[in-house]
C-alpha cells in the first residue's frame, strides 16, 4: 500500500526537509545494523501524516531528531550498542503514541524497507 495520499504537514515558518534528508542518508547507511527499522520508519510516517495531532507530531519528531543527530548518549559507530540510546527514545515514544500509529504507516514502512533493499526489523 502507498502512503502517497499522505500531505506531510508542515508550516511556512518551520523547515522539515533537513531532518528528512538526514533521516533518509542514516537510515540507507546503517539499515542492516538497525532492527527497529520497521519501527522507526513507521514513526516517520505517522510523524508526517497530516492526520497526525500535533502534539504526537512534536513528540515522534523529536525522537527522529534524536535518531539523526551526529552526538548522542552512546555513538552509533560502536558496534552492538551504539543504536541502543536511539532504540530506547524510540521504544519510549512509540509506547506513548501507539494509537496514532496505523496499520497504514505499518503498511509504508514495510514498503519503504523493500524498495530499500532491507527487511530488517521483522
Do not use: Q
Amino acid at each position: 500500500m502507498s502512503f502517497a495520499r499522505a500531505a506531510f504537514w508542515s508550516r511556512d515558518d518551520i523547515d522539515h526537509s533537513a531532518l528528512r534528508r538526514r533521516f533518509w542518508r542514516k537510515l540507507g547507511a546503517g539499515l542492516a545494523r538497525i532492527p527497529f527499522a520497521e519501527d522507526l520508519l513507521a514513526a516517520y510516517y505517522c510523524a508526517f501524516d497530516r492526520d497526525t495531532p500535533l502534539h504526537v507530531k512534536g513528540a515522534l519528531v523529536g525522537a527522529l531528531a534524536y535518531f539523526v543527530l551526529p552526538m548522542d548518549a552512546i555513538p552509533d559507530v560502536l558496534p552492538v550498542i551504539g543504536f541502543t540510546d536511539d532504540a530506547a527514545v524510540l521504544a519510549a515514544t512509540l509506547k506513548l503514541v501507539a494509537d496514532h500509529i496505523t496499520p497504514l504507516h505499518r503498511d509504508a514502512a514495510r514498503d519503504a524497507l523493500n524498495r530499500l533493499g532491507g527487511t530488517f526489523g521483522r
